[in-house]
């Protein structure tokens, strides 16, 4: 998260709006990774320290040094360089290649417990060796080319991403706080209850996801040159979205006990109830990423949506701790999932409301 800072948001946007322009392409491509690798660096030695200083963590070292190839990953592949440019081709080829490299050595080298750190050598390394490749590939699909950047750029980079690293902070906050809250009232059973329906939720967003990570470099590009074409897609987008997610969250619902059967087998059928808690998310996330992802960040309302986001977090444990002396623990939190998520649309929505008749770009934004 602390590598990442942001920039796949950040980095697309300015990506996507100079995609025409191969010297500041470069310039940007330049800044972005001598950022994400500062940053990493500073990370990886604050994980070193804190595997040091702790007794339970110490004798697990080389666990964290393989895991930490997942990191370098993130930092050599640069994703929201192909997202920007709309080159998804080889960002699909790069998580296809991923699963492929490191399908085999699992299945011959991963027998037992015992095999957990050749499990998280493959995991780890599989992802950095595709992120490699990704690298290499990038001098055929772009024009854009290692520069020499002044700390200005890089330190721009950082102010650009500043909220919406904040964001992500909070996001990851709340989830991890939420699952830790239901371990300790109810123990591992009511966290695995909630994990087998967070998975197929999960896996409905990914599509959502999917589409909206494509479509983001678009919108941003058409904010910056054709802002009125970019406030007539948003609202073909707001008829379109309706019927397929609406679908997808309908058959959830009909379907959790199927589903839940096939994700996880018949001892998890108590997770039923929490996966029709959830059911709504893929079509309330449709329009969420609409209104907030696609307008707010598209158009560059970064740091609006930034405070949506805290908000959401706020939201999160106000409604946990609401509910939480009346309700199941799993029930309280698969229900608070689906109001966090409901709070982001409203709020992001009736920003979008208030907003799209703008035709100048955001102040300070």
Wanted: glycine share 8%; no cysteine.
């Amino acid at each position: 998260m602390v590598t990442a800072f942001g920039f796949d948001f950040t980095a697309t946007r300015q990506i996507a709006i100079h995609r025409d322009d191969p010297e500041a392409v470069s310039r940007i491509f330049s800044s972005v990774m001598l950022a994400k690798t500062i940053l990493m660096l500073g990370s990886f030695m604050v994980m070193l320290g804190i595997v040091a200083l702790t007794p339970a963590m110490r004798p697990h070292l080389a666990l964290f040094l393989i895991a930490w190839l997942s990191v370098l990953g993130n930092l050599l592949f640069p994703q929201w360089l192909f997202q920007g440019l709309e080159k998804m081709g080889v960002v699909t080829a790069r998580e296809i290649g991923t699963r492929l490299i490191g399908l085999l050595p699992t299945f011959l080298l991963v027998h037992g417990p015992q095999d957990y750190l050749l499990a998280a050598s493959v995991q780890s390394g599989s992802g950095a060796v595709a992120a490699v490749a990704g690298l290499m590939m990038m001098g055929r699909f772009t024009e854009a080319r290692f520069r020499i950047v002044p700390w200005s750029d890089i330190r721009n980079q950082y102010r650009e991403s500043w909220h919406v690293f904040l964001s992500m902070a909070a996001i990851n906050l709340y989830g991890s706080s939420n699952r830790f809250i239901l371990r300790f009232l109810s123990g591992d059973r009511g966290v695995g209850m909630l994990l087998i329906a967070q998975r197929i939720i999960d896996a409905a967003k990914a599509l959502v996801l999917a589409l909206s990570e494509a479509f983001f470099p678009y919108i941003s590009h058409l904010s910056a040159t054709k802002r009125s074409q970019a406030l007539d897609l948003f609202r073909r987008a707001e008829r379109a979205l309706a019927l397929p997610f609406g679908a997808l969250s309908l058959a959830l619902f009909a379907l959790a006990p199927l589903a839940i059967r096939f994700a996880g087998g018949r001892q998890y059928a108590a997770a039923v109830p929490l996966l029709r808690l959830m059911s709504p998310i893929p079509l309330i996330l449709a329009y969420g990423t609409l209104y907030a992802t696609q307008f707010m960040m598209g158009l560059g309302y970064k740091k609006q949506w930034s405070r949506i986001i805290i908000e959401g977090a706020a939201v999160n444990f106000l409604t946990l701790i609401a509910m939480a002396p009346f309700f199941d623990p799993g029930v309280s939190v698969a229900t608070t999932a689906t109001v966090v998520e409901g709070w982001i649309l409203v709020r992001s929505w009736l920003f979008y409301r208030s907003h799209r008749a703008d035709t100048g770009a955001p102040a300070g934004g």
